[in-house]
T-cell receptor, first 114, second 112 residues
Framework: EAGVTQFPSHSVIEKGQTVTLRCDPISGHDNLYWYRRVMGKEIKFLLHFVKESKQDESGMPNNRFLAERTGGTYSTLKVQPAELEDSGVYFC????????????FGPGTRLTVT | GNSVTQMEGPVTLSEEAFLTINCTYTATGYPSLFWYVQYPGEGLQLLLKATKADDKGSNKGFEATYRKETTSFHLEKGSVQVSDSAVYFCALTSNRDDKIIFGKGTRLHILP
């Protein structure tokens, strides 16, 4: 089966601009997660979708971040306006059901805000 | 709250050396413990897991034992290869939800 894919693999934008990251989960996976790793720090949970509904968005850092999952398939994560501290690697993961791991992770999108 | 602490990297070893990457955790209840690995240019992959005390997870020659008394889940391999060069993340999930709590990651370099 095809794995989790993310686009783009790398994005460089200026402070104040908008960027949209996309995640395509494994087909049939209802659960979709976003995580972020800021340079040198832990990978941190951002939010969790079950199909098109936000199950848990407690990790979203602020209202400059907007995640959507229209139709319960792919998901987008928009950062508007981007700030320097948003730089990092954004990982997407998906799984069949709600369980204690393991979710299948994508390769990540490296975001650099200058 | 729940947290994971793992040894700082980078760790540089020669091929066939013995590897230990230390990991300790803080969690309420009975967490499940994991090691994930990220090879260059690839996504995170589950390496091994243990879901209860004294369980040993193993895969690709790597092992880790869930030690509740010391709240540890140290990763070991008896003889590393150049292909093991990657970033290794210790992680846990609580029995309450699916959120994965990760450590900061340890970069491993294996020299031929």
């Amino acid at each position: 089966e095809a794995g989790v894919t993310q686009f783009p693999s790398h994005s460089v934008i200026e402070k104040g601009q908008t960027v949209t990251l996309r995640c395509d989960p494994i087909s049939g996976h209802d659960n979709l997660y976003w995580y972020r790793r800021v340079m040198g720090k832990e990978i941190k949970f951002l939010l969790h979708f079950v199909k098109e509904s936000k199950q848990d968005e407690s990790g979203m850092p602020n209202n400059r971040f907007l995640a959507e999952r229209t139709g319960g398939t792919y998901s987008t994560l928009k950062v508007q306006p981007a700030e320097l501290e948003d730089s990092g690697v954004y990982f997407c993961a998906s799984s069949h059901r709600s369980s204690a791991g393991p979710a299948h992770f994508g390769p990540g999108t490296r975001l650099t805000v200058t | 709250g729940n947290s994971v602490t793992q040894m700082e990297g980078p760790v540089t070893l020669s091929e066939e050396a013995f590897l230990t990457i230390n990991c300790t955790y803080t969690a309420t209840g009975y967490p499940s413990l994991f090691w994930y690995v990220q090879y260059p240019g690839e996504g995170l992959q589950l390496l091994l897991k243990a879901t209860k005390a004294d369980d040993k997870g193993s895969n690709k020659g790597f092992e880790a034992t869930y030690r509740k008394e010391t709240t540890s889940f140290h990763l070991e391999k008896g003889s590393v290869q150049v292909s093991d060069s990657a970033v290794y993340f210790c992680a846990l999930t609580s029995n309450r939800d699916d959120k994965i709590i990760f450590g900061k990651g340890t970069r491993l370099h294996i020299l031929p």
